[in-house]
């Protein structure tokens, strides 16, 4: 049977999309490839067509999902600086939607066990969006990279701590004190 011009990369794309928010809402572990592919509108043997195994699906999607963050981002910084990427990215919105959020935040601890090509993959992409961070700081002391990781970091470990404890008066507690601790190394930048 012949299908219209498109419909595998169509098909691809649906499957790419529902793994990055299955993985990132429920975790790469407990997300199933036959749970992937009904929600996908596919069966199970649509699969392989497309990918040869988890591991590929999860590189790939994830990898995608932070390049997307990526310019996200470059628009929140064009737009209002570190103070919109500070308050966008600590929001209780993010917060209480890990499916369409920040994969890092999401999936740290798990990517930390994926194949090492997986891990190449999102560090390469990782490391872009700290780079992007690091040119929109303002001159000072120290490098301007490793300034970048340091917010980078505090802003994922804040949405990290929060979700933890999401429910909870603390957790507001949380995204108001790492939105502090972040703008303050971004002033300290300004020194």
Known sequence: ????????????????????????????????????????????????????????????????????????????????????VIAAYLSPRHRDDPAKGCAAAALLPELAREPIKTRRACADRLHATVREMAQALPPGRGDREDAALGIYATLIGTLQLARAAKGTPLSDRILAAGAEAARTLVEARRG
């Open 1 to 84: 049977m012949r299908y219209e011009k498109g419909r595998k990369e169509a098909s691809r794309r649906r499957i790419m999309e529902v793994a990055a928010d299955r993985f990132r809402s429920d975790g790469i572990a407990a997300s199933g490839l036959a749970g992937i592919m009904s929600e996908a509108g596919l069966t199970n043997g649509a699969f392989y067509p497309h990918f040869k195994s988890k591991a590929e699906l999860v590189r790939e999607s994830v990898a995608e999902t932070i390049d997307a963050q990526s310019s996200r981002l470059r628009e929140l910084l064009d737009a209002g600086g570190f103070d919109a």
